[in-house]
């Protein structure tokens, strides 16, 4: 007899209730109904499956768009000593069998899988072999066409299908509108599917779009009036570095983060805010996915993001221990056009496609016919200086001929450059004693990473270089001529990304086949940007209300705290944020309170309060204090 789910959760996760419609999710599941969950972030998606998967025999083979979010799912199963294994890109094919086997053999729970993965003859013949008792898709939007982020390769997923005709399938997302559901549920062939959607609603969470020609100055404000665990999303990497120095200037700890940031270092910055060492991470939209950190009190938005779907996601972030919470976005006029700047003006049409498609062809001299499966390193900025291309719509095209698996497009942050000494310490004395030229940095090398005897060692040549005043270049010189010499290893990437042509150059045909993904992509990213345009100037109408409608949730009611709501509230009582302004006065002449101390005392709605203390700080009526208390000037 199998377990009651609550058992399991229990067991593993150390909970003692589900949270809402989680339990139904499970239940369905296990009944063998192909299943459609819909829950907000932070509603616990993977629970929904990991849990029925635990309590039937078999493996559940989990279909997972990022990397990083496959292998901390795997990680966290596996501190619960449950057996899960992870196959992402990179894996020689000797491992990958061998990884394979372990999951028919081995007792295996979950197989993590990202789509392209699943394409593979040898990854499609074991799974024939295995016990599969659920197959799970997360964020499934991916395979609709309409969906964020949509990937081509998510449609091939039906295969799963075709090997497991009778296996149940659930999806998960949380975020779609019903075009997008409906999608989903035809190309993953759902079987009369139980959908199950939770109110993306959140009672504890304001939105508020905010009008800042001094966006730094509102941020501080932000920062001031709301203490606390925070995260402000920018556009781009620069935007991430020089807000996080203004912040650290001005009395905030604050760090960034961004795809351009080491491993090590990543791991460092996110381990300090987690632990709040840091209060503010300042980020580009490659921090946030997996994020489990309950008490974010503010997501701030410093630009208008690209989509309703990526600001729902982003600003879901905050509040998600139940507690009151803000999700603000900061805006001007300058943003519009940045916006069509940015994401419109710079969508490729398809001769566009063509043409820098066949420039490709030529930079790498692949002739008609040819090319299928040859890997490149790729010189990004010299490709597009070579062919006088735009780089914006070069990198827009790239992006989605690796979507439509016409080439692989992986792009590296940082110029990898590492040696090994390949001989003893005595021969390579003997060598420099006979060419003295390149004593100096050899030994300034030595003397700086001592392991480059044992094991590849990554050096910094920037650093070696301001050691000893010498050039890169001279640097690079010796180490080419001690690497001819066998005296060592070396290894210098001057490329920064790797292109794999997947199918043969047919030039327009090959385009051609692809060409109707391009016209759905950019139509739905022009329908995207248009949506949250209208958001942001939407000042008529709850905020949440908005969101919920984008969603297709018809059936709301104003929330009561984001900016329409509380501009709603204080126009029709003027004379109480009088009166709060009195009774604030009052007790700040006794003695300094923060602003938690000032909710406490006073019997007024929070928004309320909230709004009069920004306006008397705008005023300086009262100030914070270095022990972050308001007192009056």
């Not at 940031?261 to 580009?284: G, L, P, S, Y």
């Not at 063509?354 to 490709?360: E, F, P």
């Not at 409608?549 to 009611?557: D, I």
């Not at 509230?569 to 302004?581: A, E, G, R, V």
Request: aromatic residues 10%; contains cysteine.
């Amino acid at each position: 007899m199998i377990k009651p789910p609550i058992k399991i959760l229990q067991q593993y996760w150390k909970h003692d209730s589900f949270k809402p419609l989680q339990e139904e999710i499970i239940n369905a599941v296990l009944d063998g109904e192909d299943t459609f969950a819909l829950l907000p972030t932070g509603g616990g998606k993977s629970i929904c499956f990991q849990v029925p998967a635990l309590l039937k025999d078999g493996i559940c083979i989990v279909i997972s768009p990022l990397i990083a979010l496959m292998q901390d799912q795997v990680q966290h199963l596996r501190q619960k000593n449950i057996k899960a294994i992870a196959l992402p890109s990179g894996i020689k094919y000797s491992e990958l069998d061998t990884l394979l086997d372990n999951c028919i053999y081995g007792n295996y729970k979950f197989l993590y899988l990202s789509p392209e993965r699943l394409q593979q003859d040898i990854v499609q013949e074991r799974l024939k072999q295995m016990n599969v008792n659920l197959i799970a898709v997360d964020e499934a939007h991916c395979i609709s066409q309409w969906g964020n982020d949509f990937r081509p390769s998510y449609k091939k997923i039906e295969i799963l299908r075709s090997i497991h005709p009778t296996v149940p399938i659930i999806a998960l997302t949380a975020s779609a509108t019903q075009e997008v559901v409906d999608d989903i549920i035809t190309e993953l062939d759902l079987f009369q599917p139980k959908v199950l959607r939770q109110s993306f609603f959140r009672a504890n969470l304001g939105y508020r779009v905010a009008h800042a020609e001094d966006k730094n100055y509102k941020l501080t404000q932000i920062l001031n009036t709301y203490p606390g665990t925070s995260i402000v999303y920018v556009r781009n990497r620069k935007s991430a570095i020089e807000l996080s120095e203004f912040l650290n200037a001005n009395g905030h700890s604050a760090t960034f983060y961004h795809g351009g940031v080491d491993n090590k270092e990543k791991t460092k910055r996110f381990t300090q805010w987690m632990q709040e060492e840091i209060k503010v991470m300042v980020a580009t939209n490659a921090f946030g996915m997996g994020i489990d950190k309950s008490n974010v009190r503010t997501v701030i938005h410093y630009t208008i993001p690209e989509s309703i779907e990526s600001y729902f996601q982003e600003a879901g972030r905050a509040g998600r221990d139940g507690k009151q919470a803000f999700a603000f976005l900061l805006k001007n006029e300058s943003d519009y056009s940045r916006l069509h700047n940015q994401f419109v003006k710079v969508l490729p049409n398809v001769e566009t496609v063509k043409h820098i498609y066949r420039r490709l062809c030529n930079y790498f001299r692949i002739s008609y016919g040819e090319g299928e499966q040859t890997k490149h390193d790729f010189a990004f900025t010299d490709f597009c200086k070579t062919y006088d291309l735009n780089t914006l719509i070069t990198y827009n095209t790239l992006q989605f001929l690796d979507r439509c698996e016409v080439i692989r497009f992986m792009q590296r942050f940082t110029k990898k450059t590492s040696i090994q000494i390949l001989t003893t310490g005595n021969q390579l004395l003997n060598f420099l004693e006979n060419n003295k030229e390149h004593q100096l940095i050899t030994k300034a090398i030595l003397r700086t990473y001592g392991g480059v005897f044992d094991e590849e060692t990554n050096i910094n040549l920037s650093l070696i270089a301001s050691k000893i005043n010498l050039s890169e270049t001279k640097i690079i010189q010796t180490l080419n001529v001690l690497s001819k010499a066998e005296l060592l290893d070396f290894n210098h990437q001057t490329s920064d990304a790797e292109i794999i042509f997947l199918v043969p150059r047919e030039d327009d045909h090959t385009i051609n086949n692809v060409k109707h993904h391009l016209l759905k992509q950019n139509a739905s990213k022009i329908k995207k940007i248009e949506a949250i345009s209208q958001f942001t100037k939407n000042d008529k109408q709850c905020r949440s209300r908005q969101l919920l409608l984008y969603f297709g949730e018809e059936k709301t009611t104003d929330c009561g705290i984001c900016d329409f709501c509380v501009q709603k509230t204080t126009n029709s009582k003027p004379k109480d944020l009088k009166n709060i302004q009195e009774d604030i006065i009052k007790l700040l002449k006794e003695k300094n309170l923060s602003s938690r101390d000032l909710l406490k005392e006073l019997s007024y709605p929070e928004a309320s309060i909230l709004k009069v203390l920004r306006e008397m700080s705008d005023y300086q009526i009262i100030k914070i204090n270095y022990n972050n208390n308001y007192q009056l000037v």
